[in-house]
């Protein structure tokens, strides 16, 4: 059906070029009517002067292209050509924004036309750039009528291309840019009808093109290019082959000649996430899961790829799970994501879409904080705490249940939805019924015709406000029945004030949200829509007869993941640190090393004698998280590490015999004796590293130039932090972060971002030596790779303090070519 | 539970193809599906979603509408509650802007506030004022037009009904239920006795059997670590260093 229509518009096409040709003839053959008497000379003269202006106008034009930019568009048509993935990538991700930001930060770029010449008049290349260009216009400038339906005109000629050359196209591009391409596709398809939806604004000519528009951004056409890419590429069949484990031959077999290309098995996939999108833009939540029937929501599915895409998917899924009253499904979507992406978040500052994922994210804390106050959970205390912290003042309303609630909800939906849109325009071909409205929208003056202008999110809004309000009584019976075991309706009722049988008709509802169908573990592989119900209430009671019993189920703290994570994580440290190249000792090293070694060190050497090879950690301390709750049950195995550790700080230098050698503990340590870590030692430690060598304690170059430093004490100011950080260099920025929203405001966030004007900076001075803040620990690490490079001394004696422990100064070596 | 919502055993092959397909887009479909709603209405089942599928036609297609078949598929949802069945078909109900083709005035825009009013009384368990509500004279629009085609229409409401007094009450008293239900005398004694919940006839208390709701316990979940858990920390001990 696509191609079909695909089709018909390009005849639309070409008709129009026939037109425009026709009308330049019309105007040559009335000039040789009218000046049938004259020469023929003048006539071409002036055509050719038109032409000529023409041509010398787009000269001018070209002219005013910098130079960069035109070998940036010639490069870029190069790699293209080549389909080199890598030079592509560099130029779609960094080149266009660098000239955009350079030089096109308020004006378009140079149309298509201007730079045909460059790159030869590929018509491919041409419709990638004004894939580019109208991106731009949209995101940068204001698009008007002529940017909309031209922009819709070079999509369709780019799927055209694609789905309709004879056989697979030859061209390879990112898998970035794939999603760009069918999420501006959508983006620009929901603006449009938005844009379409509001009449009275549009001018006449405006009312001339849309009522003359045809199927330019029509719902149906959009969908066609979205099922045609999926069609075509086998998508689903491929997702289906490869979850039941079929050979590559196999699927080869399955998905054709189109599928085995990763540029369309990336366009087909990326297509089911578009439409998911488009049905939440149209309110089709139930459908908008349907589509994503074989796409697995995990971590390695291939949309997790490409970062935007793996965001927009979860918000758009845990979006429908809102509308399908699934609030603990929803949850755990956002969850998910929201943790993906404060892990990431270092790697997407860098990101073009830095600001866009923030954004989702933004409102993904918001759809969650309402989530939460409608079926709360344990699921994840750190993303429920970000959330209370930004929108704690909504969060309390809504918790709380009872009248200002419903604003609170109101609020955060309308600022955390999609952005709802009509299927269909208004009747633009039918100038009076247009004409009504427009009067009619003059009547009613301005209010009337704003309300109807948000028309679709209002009704999705309304709708939710309604399920939300059959809701607002149950906080409050709840924390009346969380005080018995049993009680009387009657009783309660008079509590509440309310009648016994409206009352009783209250608890029914109490029931019901306690209750929600949930996509349980080990439905891996099922529809999302799939799940069973299951109970999302602590708290639970039956009524028998008027007498309501209650009994609350607690669930005991976890604590074994907690441990077993961590101690994973430090039995990993200590491979890689064995796995280290290690660095040869000095000749006297080996024998005499250490003179003033101290006690630990001669007791626990043992092994090291003959001609075994004896491999040094030398002077590569490390630190460890060590997190502790009090009266914990289990804290043994952190407990050893912690013993070896500290052994190692106390030592100049250790073999790793030596920690494979220390003895077992046989009794548990008393947790206090490693959290006072004395302070006196200190400065002990530093003087026996020096006499150990001061060569050796030489300035470390820093390979990298802006550091990030975390878990700051409140009361560290950014004058402070500069005084700590100009002793090791010059620092030419410091980025001090404060909370710009929220209960926070204008307090510090707890993070800085060094930058230094030499990246040889040397972070040797005895100054990080000292305890700087009590109880608090101060972490370094770079920026771009996420290695610590070195952290502070500090103290323990905090027991309030439920993560950081530990170790002795020092710093993990950093090398950023690791990371490629 | 969910599985049956998505694809009721009563769904014939051809329709689930129309559902699961590209096809469900095809205007010229809309007759097969119209057709299956009128089953669906006549037999007393359900398919919530072929009924999303014709309102995504006429969302689409605006000249395909036709306001009886949305007020059916409305109170086919209805009584879906406490599932968001309704909503989600309202959700697909755009704005008409116009109604010119069709050759008398669109009933829709009247009747859909009052369903929307039962849905509410539905979901908010206020059974006693939904049946007040119901039989009011106002509604006489609506049960003479639509309800009454709607084979077994008050035996869903009162399914809802059940559903939810099965999950919240061990025994409850007979004048409450009958409220909820709508019946009193020998007619709410034989929809009792049909449910298979007894009365007692003394004091004309009705007891739900126990099933997974209404049956609460205090408990406390305590962590059971297992051995595939620590499969990670035990492997790295026998690791020779």
């Known amino acids: 059906m696509a191609q079909q229509r695909l089709a018909i518009w390009t005849a639309e096409e070409d008709l129009e070029e026939d037109v425009d040709l026709s009308i330049a003839l019309d105007s040559y053959g009335q000039n040789v009517q009218y000046e049938d008497s004259h020469l023929q000379q003048p006539q071409i003269d002036e055509s050719t002067l038109i032409a000529m202006q023409q041509h010398m106008a787009q000269q001018a034009a070209f002219q005013q292209i910098p130079d960069v930019v035109k070998s940036f568009i010639v490069h870029f048509h190069q790699s293209v050509l080549e389909n080199n993935l890598a030079e592509i990538t560099v130029a779609y991700e960094s080149g266009w924004n660098k000239y955009t930001e350079k030089f096109y930060s308020k004006t378009e770029w140079p149309e298509a036309e201007l730079i045909a010449p460059l790159v030869n008049d590929d018509p491919i290349f041409l419709i990638l750039y004004r894939e580019l260009y109208y991106r731009h216009v949209y995101s940068r400038l204001q698009p008007n009528i002529d940017d909309r339906f031209h922009s819709y005109e070079n999509s369709c000629e780019l799927f055209n291309y694609l789905l309709n050359s004879d056989g697979p196209v030859q061209l390879e591009l990112p898998e970035q840019w794939l999603w760009d391409i069918i999420d501006e596709f959508i983006y620009q398809y929901q603006v449009f009808c938005t844009w379409r939806s509001k009449v009275t604004t549009k001018t006449q000519d405006e009312l001339m093109m849309l009522a003359e528009g045809g199927p330019v951004w029509s719902s149906y056409s959009v969908l066609n290019v979205l099922y045609s890419l999926m069609q075509k590429s086998k998508v689903n069949e491929y997702i289906i082959a490869q979850r039941e484990g079929k050979s590559p031959e196999e699927i080869a077999e399955i998905v054709g000649e189109y599928g085995q290309r990763p540029l369309y098995r990336m366009l087909g996939y990326f297509s089911i996430i578009g439409l998911l999108r488009v049905h939440v833009h149209l309110g089709d939540f139930t459908l908008g899961l349907k589509v994503m029937e074989n796409v697995e929501l995990n971590q390695k599915s291939p949309f997790t790829r490409v970062t935007a895409c793996h965001v927009a998917t979860y918000y758009y899924v845990g979006f429908c799970y809102i509308m399908l009253r699934r609030y603990p499904d929803a949850i755990r979507t956002f969850v998910t994501v929201l943790n993906f992406i404060m892990r990431m978040r270092q790697y997407h500052t860098r990101s073009y879409q830095y600001d866009q994922i923030n954004k989702t994210a933004d409102r993904m804390y918001a759809l969650f904080a309402m989530c939460h106050a409608l079926s709360p959970s344990r699921l994840d205390d750190n993303i429920a705490n970000i959330a209370k912290e930004r929108y704690g003042e909504q969060y309390a309303k809504m918790a709380r249940g009872g009248p200002d609630a419903l604003a609170a909800f109101e609020e955060l939906f309308v600022y955390a939805c999609p952005k709802f849109i009509t299927a269909n325009p208004p009747p633009y071909e039918d100038p009076s019924a247009i004409d009504a409205i427009i009067a009619s929208a003059a009547d009613a003056e301005s209010a009337a015709q704003a309300a109807q202008q948000s028309e679709p999110t209002h009704r999705h809004l309304e709708l939710f406000l309604a399920d939300v309000a059959a809701q607002l009584p149950v906080p409050t019976l709840k924390s009346f029945l969380k005080l018995y075991t049993s009680l009387g309706a009657k009783k309660l009722a008079n509590f509440l004030d309310a009648d016994e049988e409206e009352l009783v008709q209250e608890m029914m509802v109490l029931k019901q949200s306690s209750r929600s169908i949930s996509r349980v573990t080990g439905s891996e592989g099922t529809s999302l829509l799939e799940g069973q119900t299951i109970t999302t209430s602590d708290l639970n009671f039956v009524i028998d007869e008027n007498m309501v019993h209650i009994a609350e189920s607690t669930v005991g703290r976890r604590y074994a993941g907690w441990f077993i994570k961590n101690t994973e994580r430090a039995q990993k440290i200590l491979d890689d640190l064995k796995n280290l190249p290690l660095p040869i000792p000095p000749k006297t090293a080996s024998t005499t090393n250490g003179a003033p070694a101290p006690e630990a060190n001669t007791q626990q050497r043992p092994a090291r004698t003959g001609g075994q090879k004896t491999r040094t950690v030398n002077r590569r301390r490390f630190l460890l998280?060590?997190?502790?709750?009090?009266?914990?049950?289990?804290?043994?195995?952190?407990?050893?590490?912690?013993?070896?550790?500290?052994?190692?700080?106390?030592?100049?230098?250790?073999?790793?015999?030596?920690?494979?050698?220390?003895?077992?503990?046989?009794?548990?340590?008393?947790?206090?004796?490693?959290?006072?870590?004395?302070?006196?030692?200190?400065?002990e430690l530093a003087t026996s590293e020096n006499a150990d060598g001061p060569s050796e304690r030489q300035a470390r170059p820093l390979s990298t130039e802006r550091l990030y430093i975390g878990n700051l004490h409140p009361s560290v100011d950014e004058y402070t932090l500069l005084q700590i950080f100009s002793k090791f260099g010059k620092v030419t920025k410091l980025d001090f972060l404060f909370h710009k929203a929220g209960a926070l405001k204008g307090k510090p966030r707890g993070y800085a971002f060094v930058e230094y004007a030499n990246q040889d900076v040397s972070l040797s001075s005895p100054f990080l030596m000292r305890p700087y803040r009590y109880g608090w620990c101060m972490f370094v690490m770079c920026a771009y790779c996420l290695r610590w490079l070195v952290f502070s001394h500090f103290v323990l004696a905090h027991r309030s303090m439920n993560h950081i422990v530990v170790i002795s100064h020092g710093y993990i070596d950093h090398d950023h070519t690791h990371e490629a | 539970?969910?599985?049956?919502?998505?694809?009721?055993?009563?769904?014939?092959?051809?329709?689930?193809?129309?559902?699961?397909?590209?096809?469900?887009?095809?205007?010229?479909?809309?007759?097969?599906?119209?057709?299956?709603?009128?089953?669906?209405?006549?037999?007393?089942?359900?398919?919530?979603?072929?009924?999303?599928?014709?309102?995504?036609?006429?969302?689409?297609?605006?000249?395909?509408?036709?306001?009886?078949?949305?007020?059916?598929?409305?109170?086919?949802?209805?009584?879906?509650?406490?599932?968001?069945?309704?909503?989600?078909?309202?959700?697909?109900?755009?704005?008409?802007?116009?109604?010119?083709?069709?050759?008398?005035?669109?009933?829709l825009p009247t009747i859909l506030p009052i369903l929307k009013g039962l849905h509410s009384l539905l979901f908010r368990c206020r059974f006693p004022s939904f049946w007040e509500v119901y039989q009011s004279a106002e509604l006489e629009l609506l049960r003479d037009n639509y309800t009454v085609e709607v084979a077994g229409f008050e035996d869903a409401v009162r399914a809802v009904a059940i559903r939810a007094v099965r999950a919240t009450f061990t025994r409850i008293s007979s004048e409450r239920l009958g409220s909820y239900l709508n019946l009193s005398g020998p007619a709410l004694t034989a929809y009792v006795q049909k449910l298979g919940w007894s009365i007692d006839a003394s004091t004309s208390v009705v007891s739900v059997p126990p099933n997974p709701d209404n049956q609460i316990e205090a408990t406390v979940v305590q962590e059971s670590v297992k051995l595939p858990q620590l499969t990670k920390v035990i492997a790295h001990s026998m690791t020779k260093v």
């Open chain 2, 1 to 107: 539970m969910a599985s049956e919502w998505l694809s009721p055993p009563t769904r014939s092959e051809l329709i689930e193809n129309l559902v699961s397909g590209v096809d469900r887009y095809n205007p010229s479909n809309v007759g097969i599906l119209e057709d299956y709603l009128y089953h669906q209405i006549r037999s007393e089942e359900y398919d919530c979603l072929a009924n999303l599928a014709i309102l995504k036609l006429y969302q689409f297609n605006p000249d395909l509408y036709n306001p009886d078949v949305v007020i059916n598929i409305l109170i086919k949802a209805l009584t879906a509650s406490p599932l968001p069945d309704f909503n989600l078909c309202v959700s697909l109900l755009d704005d008409r802007t116009t109604a010119s083709q069709l050759d008398e005035p669109d009933p």
């Open chain 1, 625 to 683: 998280f060590v997190p502790f709750s009090s009266g914990s049950p289990s804290l043994r195995l952190p407990q050893v590490l912690l013993h070896q550790l500290r052994t190692m700080a106390s030592t100049s230098a250790l073999t790793l015999d030596d920690l494979a050698n220390s003895p077992p503990f046989t009794t548990p340590v008393d947790i206090s004796t490693h959290l006072s870590y004395p302070v006196a030692e200190i400065p």
